[in-house]
């Protein structure tokens, strides 16, 4: 089941304020949370900002604080 988009932006509010990431480039992590991580872009090393780097390490988090909250909504059922 897909988490909700309220939980996404939770998640996403989340992981930019742990970051660092200003709220206005948020819109930039929200395709690579529905892309594979092998696509998502490199950092070109031309200083920008935001990085790519920055963007990856909340699209992570993001990802793993909807992951941990799905674990907690449905545990593992016993074989």
Avoid at 4 to 10: G, I, L, M
Avoid at 27 to 53: A, I, N, Q, Y
């Amino acid at each position: 089941m897909s988490p909700s988009p309220e939980a996404v932006s939770a998640a996403l509010a989340q992981a930019s304020e742990e970051n660092g990431l200003q709220e206005w480039y948020r819109v930039c992590v929200r395709p690579l949370l529905r892309m594979p991580e092998s696509d998502w872009p490199r950092c070109c090393g031309s200083s920008c900002e935001p990085c790519s780097e920055q963007l990856k390490r909340v699209a992570r988090r993001t990802l793993a604080l909807l992951e941990a909250d799905a674990d907690s909504i449905d545990p593992p059922q016993d074989a």
